[in-house]
C-alpha cells in the first residue's frame, strides 16, 4: 500500500507541476498526515518515529535546495510526505533514484535545448556557493543570482520517476530473497 500512495502522490504532483508549475499543499498535506497516521495504526509508536525520520530524511536535501538553490518548496513538501509512507529504508532507495533521476531528466532537457555548457555552469555556481555559505557560515557566498522560471525544470517528474525505479527495486529485490 505505501509504494501505491507513494506512487500516486507523486503522479499527481505531476499534473499540478506540469500544469500550474506548483505542487500544492492539498495534495502533499493531505498525504504527509495519512502517513503518519497509517505508520502509526501499522506500526505503533515505533512505526510513528519510522515515519518522522523518513520525513525528515527524504525532505531535508529538498528543504536545502529550497532555501539556498531555488529549488521548489512544493519539491521539499513533496518528499517528506513519501519519506512518511515509506520510511527510512525505503525512503532512502527513494531519495537515490530521485537524485538520479534529476540528474538525466536535468541533462536530458539541457541537451535538448543546446544549454548543457549552461547546465553545467549553473551547477558549478550554485555547488561553490553552498561551499561558500558551508565554510564561511553565510560571510563570502554573497547573493546567488535567482534561476528564470523558464530555465527550472518541473522535479517533480523527476521524484516520480525515482519513486516508480526505487519500487520497481525493491519489489525485484524482495522476490529475490
Known amino acids: 500500500m505505501q ?4 506512487i ?4 499527481g504532483a505531476v499534473v499540478y507541476d506540469l500544469k500550474d508549475r506548483r ?16 505508520s502509526a495504526c501499522i506500526g505503533g ?3 510513528l518515529a519510522e515515519a518522522a525520520v523518513g ?26 510526505a513519501i519519506g512518511a509512507w515509506l520510511g527510512i529504508i525505503n525512503g532512502l532507495a527513494v531519495l ?3 537524485a538520479l533521476s534529476g540528474v538525466v531528466f536535468a541533462a536530458a532537457i539541457a541537451l535538448a535545448h543546446k544549454r548543457l555548457r549552461a547546465l553545467g555552469r549553473s551547477v558549478y555556481r550554485k555547488g561553490l556557493y553552498l561551499l561558500l555559505l558551508l565554510l564561511t557560515h553565510g560571510g563570502l557566498a554573497g547573493e546567488l543570482p535567482e534561476t ?9 517528474v523527476a ?14 529485490w524482495r522476490i529475490s530473497q
Do not use: H, Q, R, T
Open 45 to 47: 509508536m515505533v512505526g
Open 23 to 38: 505542487i500544492p499543499n492539498v495534495l502533499v498535506g493531505p498525504a504527509l498526515a495519512a502517513g503518519f497516521v497509517w
Open 96 to 98: 537515490v533514484a530521485v
Open 148 to 156: 528564470p522560471d523558464s530555465e527550472k525544470m518541473p522535479y517533480s
Open 8 to 11: 500516486g502522490v507523486s503522479l
Open 55 to 80: 520525513c525528515m530524511a527524504l525532505a531535508a536535501p529538498f528543504v536545502l535546495l529550497f532555501m539556498f538553490a531555488g529549488g521548489g518548496a512544493g519539491d521539499a513538501k513533496l518528499m517528506g
Open 3 to 6: 509504494w501505491g500512495v507513494a
Open 159 to 172: 521524484v516520480f520517476a525515482g519513486v516508480c525505479i526505487a519500487a520497481a527495486g525493491v519489489l525485484l
